[in-house]
């Protein structure tokens, strides 16, 4: 098989023990777990000392992380002072990674390359960017930032959410942003989980890896995807209005962002248990998103069966943007938030990488491109001085 200019789909680059896909039968692993049992009985703190460290917490253990994460969840007050001088319009995305690279400033021991150097790193990144995401949306909207809970009974989840909005979340908001944070922890090899691990085949420090992964997340076929998603469903507006709506997207050659993945072959199984939260959420709030995502499911896997004879199936993204829409959070931190979820994920795959936890040894990354340019002939183009060269013409066309 030729595996040029298909974005690496399928092509295996590495090994890994933190996450297994089986996108033909909808399964996804994390060590070893079923995200299934995970999001039914799991902690999004559970969830992340799984990721980071191989194996389930004992109580002690999960005490101990979480006593980590409540101590370094405060950000320091120059980066707040740096939030407050950017452009209110600012990216939120752009915004997240540059505090990112920023927090290495931070870093008194950053020439520490040690894997218990990396394990503090990636704990002081978990802990402070749902810091820096709940910080920006405040600054930006003139209020003023928010102290975390320093209590280790209040959830992670429920921690952001109160920076975020300056009072506690509903028992029943957290749960749902912690079963959210734990669907979207870890996905394997990813684009932004390649983008980090491939920044840290170059030994660069766990903040330019976690700042590159970023960077990739930010893009709408990747983490942008469900702000696209909820984008569709407010042009949409009307349940009524779904059929028609996504039948002319489909007629004109167009995509319904939310249905199909690169790697599922059946439904994503983290779309089943948010279709379920957001049918739960939408009841509750008595709106009409859940209905609307999902006459958009209907139709697109109808006309793509009738039209095209393929089965079709949600994403995570379907239902994640009126999960968070009908939670009252703005639709630009979608993306923010899953970087507050898939830190877990990203630093789990960063020590994996520098470690080589699952491979021989380290090795840096270094794939070969085919060239298709311009040629001359083995001699190679003739170089014109800049007088000598005519509108339209090289140095392969010119008559000597």
């Known amino acids: 098989m030729d595996a040029r200019n298909i974005g690496l789909r399928n092509i295996e680059v590495a090994d890994t023990k933190i996450c297994s896909i089986d996108g033909e039968n909808g ?7 079923d995200i299934l049992d995970l999001a039914y009985h799991s902690t999004f703190e559970e969830t992340a000392y799984l990721l980071l460290f191989g194996e389930l917490p004992t109580e002690p253990q999960l005490k101990d992380f979480k006593r980590r994460l409540e101590e370094a969840r405060g950000l320091p007050e120059p980066m707040i002072r740096n939030l407050k001088n950017r452009p209110k319009r600012s990216q939120s995305m752009d915004v997240l990674q540059s505090c990112i690279a920023e927090l290495a400033d931070y870093d008194l021991n950053i020439e520490d390359t040690s894997k218990d150097a990396h394990v503090r790193r990636a704990i002081i990144l978990m802990a402070k960017i749902p810091a820096i995401v709940a910080a920006w949306s405040r600054i930006r909207n003139g209020q003023h930032v928010v102290d975390p809970v320093e209590e280790r009974e209040v959830s992670h989840a429920a921690n952001f959410l109160h920076m975020l909005r300056g009072i506690d979340p509903s028992v029943e908001e957290a749960r749902v942003m912690d079963i959210c944070l734990i669907l979207h922890a870890e996905h394997s090899f990813n684009a932004s989980t390649f983008a980090a691990r491939e920044i840290a085949s170059t030994r660069a420090h766990m903040y330019a890896c976690i700042s590159g992964a970023t960077g990739a997340l930010s893009g709408e076929l990747h983490g942008g995807a469900n702000v696209q998603v909820m984008k569709m469903l407010l042009e949409i507006a009307e349940p009524s209005k779904a059929e028609k709506w996504v039948t002319r997207r489909l007629q004109s050659g167009g995509r319904v962002m939310g249905m199909g993945h690169a790697v599922y072959r059946t439904t994503d199984p983290r779309a089943d248990i948010l279709a379920g939260l957001s049918e739960k959420i939408s009841g509750e709030k008595n709106n009409k998103w859940y209905k609307i995502t ?10 793509m069966l009738d039209t095209k004879r393929q089965a079709i199936y949600p994403n995570v993204d379907l239902y994640s943007a009126s999960v ?31 470690f080589a936890e699952a491979a021989p040894k380290p090795a840096l990354y270094r794939p070969k491109a085919v060239y298709v340019g311009r040629y001359c002939g083995p001699m190679g183009c003739e170089y014109l001085p800049l007088s000598n060269r005519a ?8 008559d000597k």
């Open 294 to 303: 999902k006459d958009v499911e209907r139709t697109t896997k109808k006309w």
């Open 324 to 354: 968070y829409y009908s939670m009252g959070i703005p639709m630009d931190l979608n993306t923010p938030i899953f970087a507050i979820s898939r830190i877990a994920g990203w630093a789990a795959h960063v020590i994996e990488e520098k």
């Open 391 to 398: 509108a339209g013409l090289t140095g392969s066309t010119l």
């Open 27 to 33: 399964k996804l692993i994390y060590r070893g777990f």
